[in-house]
């Protein structure tokens, strides 16, 4: 089977930074993705990685460990604005296509 | 760019009646569609992924009889829910990607479906 685990939810202020870790067990891994979701929209692409290391856009980052299964996106200069459900994705290819399995999903609280 | 549209945002149905849930990509063409379902405070689930002009590939638990999806052209895809209940009462999100093997998906705004 397969699955990724994240925290359910992170707390931060405003202005710092945070790590919403990732660690995941699947067959036939190609890549991890990170989503960004606010309530009762569509979910946002922010960063993939394919290959080990540090992936960096602006004030995200992203990291893989493929050797650990672990991975983690890092939010830089918090604002208020970033609260929001962030999922990581582990990207399969199939005889179908691609496949994304989505992670249980980390619930991000910015305060002041 | 990249910008895929669902149609209806909203939809309150009967018990019973069949809902049709539409996904355009609006600027580019999508080769393969993907639905998800996602119950509150919950993940994505994928429930089916779809290429144009071929029979949708379901995910294993996922009634292929109830959840009718046709992908008639490259830039539509639909998600018809038949016989609908209550426990059929989600938010429904569709993915574009842009070419086959491209790790992007594209999201479209999601359809809340009730079921009194």
């Known amino acids: 089977g397969q699955s990724l685990e994240q925290p359910s939810e992170v707390t931060a202020v405003e202005g710092a930074i945070v790590q919403i870790n990732c660690t995941y067990q699947?067959?036939?891994?190609?890549?991890l993705s990170w989503y960004q979701q606010h309530d009762g929209g569509a979910p946002t692409f922010l960063s993939y990685?394919?290959?080990?290391g540090l992936e960096e856009t602006g004030r995200f980052s992203s990291f893989l460990s493929r050797s650990d299964s672990y991975g983690y996106l890092l939010l830089q200069e918090l604002q208020m604005k970033d609260s929001a459900s962030y999922f990581c994705?582990?990207?399969?290819?199939?005889?179908?296509?691609?496949?994304?399995?989505f992670g249980t999903g980390t619930q991000l609280k910015v305060e002041l | 760019g990249a910008v895929v549209s669902q149609h209806p945002s909203r939809v309150i149905c009967k018990s019973g009646t069949s809902v049709k849930i539409e996904c355009r990509s609006l600027?580019?063409?999508?080769?393969?569609m993907f639905w998800y379902r996602q119950f509150p405070k919950q993940s994505l689930m994928l429930m089916a992924t779809?290429?144009?002009?071929?029979?949708?590939?379901?995910e294993q638990g996922v009634e292929k009889d109830k959840f009718l999806i046709n992908h008639a052209s490259l830039t539509l895809s639909t998600l018809t829910v038949t016989s609908a209940h209550p426990e059929d009462s989600s938010f429904y999100i569709c993915s574009a990607s842009p070419r086959t093997g491209a790790y992007e998906q594209y999201f479209g705004p999601g359809t809340r479906l009730t079921v009194t």
């Open positions: 699947t067959s036939g891994f190609y890549g």
């Open positions: 600027d580019f063409q999508a080769t393969t």
């Open positions: 994705a582990v990207r399969k290819v199939t005889g179908g296509g691609n496949k994304l399995t």
């Open positions: 779809s290429n144009e002009g071929s029979k949708a590939t379901y």
């Open positions: 990685n394919a290959l080990d």
